[in-house]
C-alpha cells in the first residue's frame, strides 16, 4: 500500500496548533511548504470480511518506509522557445532546454519564454527570421561586457629593465585574471606607456576590447613595478583596486569610472 504524505496534513492533527498562529493569537504570514513525501506500510493491515466493521488499525501498521522525497528528486529538463533576448540563454526565438524550476520562475512567469510545442516552434522561428539583428554577437557576450567593464587589471612591469606595454602584456595580465583572449581583441591606447617610472606607480589607463568583432568594452588598468630583488619591491596595496586613482592620461576622464569595482582575482 502507498501512501502520499504532505506536510500540510500535520495541520489537520488533533492538538496541533497551525505554525501561522503565534501564541498571542497574531497571524504570522509564512511561506507554506509543498514537499511531498512518497511512503509505504511495512505492516499493510490485512482485508476485512464483507459485512463486517474494519478491524482497528495497531501499532505496527502506522510504520512506513520512505520510498521518495520530491524536495530532493532531480528536477525534469524543459524545452522552451525564448520570447526576448535571456542573458546567457540566447535571443528570440532560440530554443533552449531549462530546469523545471528556473524555467517556471525566470523565464515563464516573467513571460521571457513560451513552452516548446509545435505551434510555438513553427511562429518563432518565423519570429526569428524577421529579426534583421540581434542585441548581442553571443549568449555570453553581454555578460562578458558587464564583467570587463567593472574590471581593475593590474599591468605588473619590471622595475629593473626597461619597457613599452604591448598588447601581449595585457593578455598575459588578463590570463593571470582568469580571462583569455587573443592579442588582436586588444586595442592599446594612442600614446605609448614605457618605463620603468614610478610615476607610473598606480596610475590608470584604458584599454579596449572587442568580443567576437562586435562588442567592444573599455577596460581599466594600473601599472605595478616588481622587481626580482626582495629589497627593492614595492609594498603590496591591499585591495588596490577599490582606492581611487590618477589618471595616466587625462582624455579617457569621460570613459574611466570614478568608483572601480573588483571583478577578478587581481
Known amino acids: 500500500m ?3 504524505v504532505s506536510t500540510a496534513v500535520r495541520f489537520l492533527l488533533p492538538g496541533h496548533v497551525p505554525s501561522m498562529f503565534s501564541a498571542n493569537g497574531c497571524i504570522n504570514v509564512n511561506q507554506q511548504c509543498r514537499t511531498t ?4 506500510r511495512r505492516k499493510p493491515p490485512g482485508l476485512s470480511k ?5 478491524k482497528p488499525l495497531k501499532y505496527r501498521h502506522f510504520i512506513y518506509d520512505l520510498v521518495e522525497d520530491t524536495s530532493v528528486k532531480k528536477q525534469e529538463i524543459v524545452d522552451l522557445i525564448l520570447t526576448d533576448y535571456v542573458t546567457g540563454l540566447g535571443d528570440i526565438g532560440d530554443r533552449v532546454s531549462v530546469k523545471s524550476m528556473a524555467a517556471y520562475n525566470k523565464l515563464l512567469l516573467p513571460g521571457l519564454a513560451v513552452y516548446a510545442t509545435p505551434e510555438n516552434v513553427e511562429k518563432y522561428s518565423k519570429l526569428k527570421s524577421e529579426v534583421t539583428k540581434p542585441k ?6 553581454s555578460r562578458t561586457v558587464d564583467y570587463l567593464s567593472i574590471m581593475v587589471l593590474s599591468v605588473v612591469m619590471n622595475k629593473e629593465v626597461p619597457w613599452t ?17 587573443p592579442e588582436s581583441a ?31 568594452v573599455p577596460v581599466k588598468c594600473r601599472i605595478h613595478h616588481w ?8 609594498p603590496y596595496v591591499q585591495d588596490h583596486w577599490l582606492l581611487p586613482a590618477d589618471l595616466l592620461f587625462p582624455g579617457e576622464q569621460a570613459t574611466a569610472s570614478d ?8
Not at 136 to 141: K, L, P, R
Open 2 to 4: 502507498w501512501k502520499q
Open 37 to 40: 513525501f512518497i511512503l509505504k
Open 50 to 54: 464483507i459485512g463486517q466493521r474494519p
Open 136 to 141: 548581442f554577437s553571443s549568449q555570453f557576450a
Open 165 to 181: 606595454v604591448q598588447p601581449w602584456h595585457i593578455r598575459m595580465s588578463f590570463r593571470k585574471s582568469g580571462v583569455h583572449m
Open 186 to 216: 586588444i586595442e592599446m591606447p594612442a600614446e605609448p606607456i614605457s618605463g620603468p617610472d614610478l610615476k607610473l606607480e598606480h596610475k590608470q589607463f584604458s584599454v579596449m576590447v572587442t568580443i567576437n568583432g562586435v562588442e567592444q
Open 227 to 234: 622587481s626580482t630583488k626582495l629589497v627593492d619591491r614595492l
Open 259 to 266: 568608483d572601480p569595482q573588483p571583478a577578478a582575482n587581481m
